[in-house]
């Protein structure tokens, strides 16, 4: 298994404007057919929250995790950090680096747009398959409202990973989590988080789904696909328990944001459904025991899921 040190051992790779922070963890693969492992994070995230996933994968396989410009190692980028700008400085980097081996893409959160924007760009040539963690559908937004201004009215001056449950139930060792954390609270981490989050967020949505992508399915033609669907009851929950608890929120918000988490699930589950359209190989779990922040409560599923698609990979050949 990988050590979680070595989340501290990167190296630059100049794409042209900028630089940004990549670690490689386990073996150089033995020739450039192999499969590698790339970790992609959703929004205002940095490489640190793979840190059990890789611990806990085969010591035999070639991962990558990266930095997004402007998070921890890597540095700023000249351009906005949209969806469409991210998935270019990816390419750049998979060129530069070079990883020229086909790719096993985990995305996280918004990285299911982003992804999703870097086959827009480059196509799914280099793709071998992916794991999607509780990944964003570009329909997300007008299926659910992670913003809901009530829900956030409620859980108003709660601390989200404890609300969330990540607190108590992560999988990360203590150094693991407090490099995560520690990461979080440094002034880069919020500029480049509000960028992200408050500006970029939202509209790569429709940036998204204006390209029509959905009309070209099965984008990935018979490659495995591995979808996780997380339980966002979970989250909302411990949002609402938390503010409840702090006074927020009048009955009315209350009674509202209760019918919020009674469909949160379904809702999403129609949404990881959506995912099932990209490949004729494709399986689907729910992390029952987790919110959305499955590679740290439940690393063991993600896992899972890199492990099927190799599996898949194999059969294959």
Request: net charge negative; glycine share 6%; no cysteine.
């Amino acid at each position: 298994m990988a050590s979680s040190t070595s989340f501290s051992n990167n190296r630059l790779v100049n794409i042209g404007t900028h630089s940004l922070a990549l670690y490689t963890h386990g073996p150089e693969p033995s020739n450039s057919k192999d499969p590698v492992v790339l970790f992609v994070s959703g929004v205002a995230s940095d490489s640190l929250n793979w840190q059990a996933v890789v611990r806990l994968l085969s010591s035999t396989l070639r991962l990558y995790t990266y930095d997004r410009s402007g998070y921890r190692n890597s540095e700023s980028s000249p351009l906005v950090p949209s969806a469409e700008n991210i998935a270019l400085e990816l390419s750049l980097l998979i060129e530069k680096a070079p990883i020229p081996n086909p790719l096993i893409i985990v995305a996280h959160s918004w990285a299911g747009v982003i992804t999703h924007e870097f086959i827009a760009l480059k196509g799914a040539g280099q793709i071998a398959g992916l794991v999607l963690v509780d990944a964003n559908h570009e329909t997300a937004p007008q299926v659910m409202d992670i913003d809901d201004s009530i829900l956030w009215t409620v859980a108003e001056g709660v601390e989200p990973y404890s609300a969330w449950g990540v607190e108590v139930e992560h999988k990360l060792t203590q150094e693991e989590w407090d490099a995560f954390r520690a990461a979080e609270t440094t002034e880069k981490f919020k500029m480049i988080e509000q960028k992200e989050d408050s500006e970029q967020y939202i509209p790569s949505f429709e940036t998204l789904r204006r390209k029509e992508m959905s009309k070209m399915q099965p984008l990935l033609e018979d490659k495995p696909v591995y979808v996780i669907g997380g339980m966002r009851s979970r989250d909302w929950n411990g949002l609402y328990k938390a503010g409840v608890t702090k006074g927020n929120g009048t009955q009315e918000q209350r009674s509202y944001v209760r019918e919020l988490i009674e469909t949160v699930d379904k809702k999403n589950e129609v949404l990881m459904n959506e995912f099932l359209k990209l490949s004729t190989k494709t399986e689907r779990v729910f992390a029952t025991e987790s919110g959305h922040f499955v590679q740290m409560t439940q690393p063991d599923i993600v896992v899972n899921g890199v492990n099927w698609v190799l599996g898949n990979l194999q059969r294959s050949s």
